[in-house]
């Protein structure tokens, strides 16, 4: 595994199993906060999170003003700090939607629902739990 990685084995386990995955996003008003699931979540090679999109309105309107998002995301089902029962991470990162492309058609064929497709990519992670 290269030293670089960012999203640990543990990240992956989590995202296997099902959980709420919650994503802040803020322009020029309050924060918003926006809800999915951990199976939706899709990561690329070069460690880009991939999230199908067919609401996330208000998210898409903040990510045109700032995109600089925060997620929060976790699973009873993965054992966590010395063997503590479930896990999460908290994760900030850099936001755009993605409209067309090879990665909108992987995405589009996977979940025929989406409009679009969030793309966070990740510049800091937290195991929580």
Do not use: C
């Not at 803020?26 to 991939?50: F, M």
């Not at 925060?70 to 063997?83: A, F, I, M």
């Amino acid at each position: 595994m290269n030293a670089s990685k960012k999203l640990t084995e543990k990240f992956h386990k989590v995202i296997e199993n099902e959980g709420v995955v919650s994503i802040v996003s803020w322009g020029k008003e309050e924060p918003h906060i926006a809800n999915t699931w951990n199976s939706y979540l899709e990561v690329t090679e070069d460690e880009r999170i991939l999230i199908p999109a067919y609401g996330l309105r208000k998210t898409q309107r903040n990510v045109e003003v700032n995109n600089k998002v925060k997620l929060t995301l976790g699973s009873r089902d993965v054992l966590g700090y010395k063997d503590y029962q479930g896990t999460g991470f908290y994760i900030e990162g850099t936001a755009r939607y993605i409209t067309s492309g090879e990665e909108y058609d992987y995405m589009k064929e996977k979940y025929s629902f989406l409009s679009r497709v969030l793309e966070v990519t990740v510049t800091s992670i937290k195991q929580t739990l």
